[in-house]
């Protein structure tokens, strides 16, 4: 006959509270580092999302100069422009260059809430066109 601790060892396989609870908070952790990073790749996909608009934004300002011939004298342009349903502040900075018929143009575009911190600077340069 079989002693009964020996039959009762070999009935019980399955795990302890205590390898249960730790099993748990490492799963647990496992997670919590899992939350975090998709929580940062996803900031960092709205980050890259508004500087994609940014960009539009000074290569539209760029382009707009270009077709329509404009020709500044040096100084600062202001305004605004909404691209995707997101409102972006833009700031010109127009200077001469050392060949008069050239004017350079710098296009920065801000965030609202951060008109400190470019998003975008874009340069070019306009060409005095003249006129008959």
Known sequence: MMPVTASRAAIQRGFTLLETLVALAVLAIA????????G?????TEELRL?????WVAQNRLAL??????WFSPGFQNGEETQAGIRLLWRE?????PNPAFRRIEVGVYAPDDPQHALRK???FLVEQRRK
């Open 65 to 70: 100069h270009a077709a329509r011939g404009d």
């Open 51 to 55: 500087r994609l608009l940014a960009d």
């Open 122 to 124: 874009l340069t070019g």
């Open 40 to 44: 940062m790749e996803t900031r960092n």
């Open 93 to 97: 900075e127009i200077s001469g260059t």
């Open 31 to 38: 997670l919590a580092a899992v939350l975090r990073v998709a």
